[in-house]
């Protein structure tokens, strides 16, 4: 995890390990992260919240939290929350396929063009809440 500045939002997907929809979760963190908004967000390991480390417990509790869960069981969000965090907004992989109906994302490992459109779409509106969420976190400055 690089250096946390005050204003920067957490986004931090789930792990889901073994299914796409956890695969289109971590992507879309990544292309936020990475690429659509790297100045304003960061991102940790879930792994790391679980365990209850204290920088990672530090970090949710101080910063406006975006969960990207994979399922319905919305293990990030419920974590973020178990330590203190702010979930400020929530998303779900598979919500997003309602919007896609009879799409073909690919696997746990690999997505197909179909599922790298529905990731960029999460990614998308991830980076326009976190846009949203830094600026009132300015404004209350």
Known sequence: MRSLKENDVLVIPCSGIGKVHGLIGREATYRVTDELAPERTATLCLA???KGDAEAVQAVRSHSCITIDGCAKACAQKNVAMAGGRVSKAFQAAEAFRNYRGAKPGSATALTDEGWVITRDIAESV???AARLSAES????
């Open 138 to 141: 300015e404004a209350v400055q």
């Open 48 to 50: 790391l919240l679980v």
């Open 127 to 129: 980076a326009c809440e």
